[in-house]
Structures are given as C-alpha cells and as structure tokens.
C-alpha cells in the first residue's frame, strides 16, 4: 500500500514563497512518476508539474513555469514543490500524485496516476 502525505501549505502573501512537500511510503520515489495537482475553489483540479522516474525529467504546466520547481529527495522518499513569487490565482489546494505504471501517459490527467495524497492548503493574499 503506498501512502503520500502533502505538508508545507500556508497563507502567504503574493510575492513570498513556500515549499511543499509530498511524503511516500510503500514506494521508492524512485520508482514512481510524481505529479503536483491543485484545485482552487469552485474549478476543476489541474496539473501544476511532474518529474519523471527514470530520467527525473520535469514538466510544468504554463502558469507556474519559471516560478515552481519541483524535485525528489530520494534518501528521505518524498518530492517537494517549490514555489517562488506566488501569486493570489496560485491559491488552491495541492495534491501529490504518484504513478507506478510503465505504459505512455499523458502526465497532465488524472487517471494516469494511482494514488493520492490528501492535499494540503496553500492560500495568497493579494
């Protein structure tokens, strides 16, 4: 059973930064592809980035590019977003996700990962 516990969510104001965490058990890291989702009130939840298991290549949706980083710290098994120069439509909450499977996927849907953390709040003031 793989478990992926989310941390580091706050209320911030636009400009400052904060750095999520996404702690797996059951699973290396390593193994797995790792995604970063959000979903802000009233609107659907939506890829934000992901890093790849076997080459750590990372993608990002538009939006955050440039301002998010995300990355893995294999020793302690768990990815971190890192975000920089936050904005108010940054407010959401964060979801890690994690996939296991080798086949092609299309990193920005849902169904491509197999599990879920709970989220953690992440809220910018104006």
């Known amino acids: 059973q793989v478990q992926l516990v989310e941390s580091g969510g706050g209320l911030v104001q636009a400009g400052a930064s904060l750095r999520l965490s996404c702690a797996a058990s059951g699973r290396a890291v390593s193994s797995t592809a790792l995604g970063w989702f959000r979903q802000a009130p009233g609107k659907e939840r939506e890829f934000v980035a992901l890093?790849?298991?076997?080459?750590?290549?990372?993608f990002y949706a538009e939006s955050v590019k440039g301002r998010f980083t995300i990355t893995r710290d294999a020793a302690k098994n768990t990815v971190y977003l890192e975000m920089n120069s936050l904005k108010p439509e940054d407010t959401a909450v964060y979801f890690c996700?994690?996939?296991?499977?080798?086949?092609?996927?299309?990193?920005?849907?849902?169904?491509?990962?197999?599990?879920w953390g709970q989220g953690t709040q992440v809220t910018v003031s104006s």
């Open positions: 996700a994690a996939r296991f499977r080798s086949s092609a996927y299309i990193p920005g849907r849902e169904s491509s990962y197999d599990y």
């Open positions: 890093i790849k298991r076997s080459s750590g290549s990372t």
